[in-house]
């Protein structure tokens, strides 16, 4: 059972639509985290949040854009979506305790044609 | 830096077959080391985990075992099933001031046939 949440679970748009991924989780956490996913498997860390009004850019450079206005909800949004912008997005919590490890949503399949 | 390395794949066995997924890595400090599993179409889910040299985790008949003389935490499995076809990633963290990311390896393709 979820208790992070993304929405879409796929998604086909066209290109230079705005888009917006949400992604919602009911623990409490203040970690939250977008991992992009390409087709080789390989995770790529994009953005991250340490808690309300805190985000940072990840590992991967990306066009996307993050908020944090409440604990429960980091959605991510893309301006002008591109085709090379097609991958799989994978939401993910965490708490700041040592050891725990993340839980993850089940992601978003975005498809820009 | 730290980082993972992973067993490259895709790893094909028949039903039945015994499983090791080779996971090694590089840290300062004593990281977690933390084995997920992605079922097709879904995302990460924590397959097991362990916090200090010699812990072995185990959850639905999976083992690892951290090995800080070897810098590893290899995956295995006695017995297969075909519905344990998935992505396997080996992944670590070290708790530093204000952060607590995970470093995941690049994963692994296992398909089981019957």
């Known amino acids: 059972e979820a208790d992070i949440y993304q929405t879409p679970r796929y998604l086909v748009i066209g290109t230079g639509k705005k888009i917006t991924l949400e992604c919602s989780q009911t623990?409490?956490?203040?970690?939250m985290y977008w991992y992009q996913q390409d087709p080789g498997m390989e995770l790529h860390l994009i953005h991250y949040?340490?808690?309300?009004?805190?985000?940072e850019k990840g590992d991967l450079s990306s066009e996307s854009t993050v908020s944090r206005i409440r604990t429960e909800h980091f959605p991510l949004t893309l301006e002008s979506a591109r085709p090379s912008h097609t991958s799989q997005y994978l939401c993910?919590?965490?708490?700041?305790?040592?050891?725990?490890?993340?839980?993850f949503g089940s992601g978003t399949r975005l498809t820009v044609v | 830096g730290d980082s993972v390395t992973q067993m490259e794949g895709p790893v094909t066995l028949s039903e039945e077959a015994f499983l090791t997924i080779n996971c090694t890595y590089t840290a300062t400090g004593y990281p977690s080391l933390f084995w997920y599993v992605q079922y097709p179409g879904e995302g990460l889910q924590l397959l097991l985990k362990a916090t200090k040299a010699d812990d072995k985790g185990s959850n639905k008949g999976f083992e690892a075992t951290y090995r800080k003389e070897t810098t590893s935490f290899h995956l295995e499995k006695g017995s297969v099933q075909v519905s344990d076809s998935a992505v396997y990633f080996c992944a670590l963290t070290q708790v530093q001031t204000g952060a607590n990311n995970l470093f995941f390896g690049t994963g692994t393709r296992l398909t089981v046939i019957p």
């Open positions: 623990m409490g956490h203040d970690k």
């Open positions: 949040s340490y808690g309300v009004n805190s985000t």
């Open positions: 993910a919590s965490s708490v700041d305790r040592p050891n725990y490890g993340y839980t």
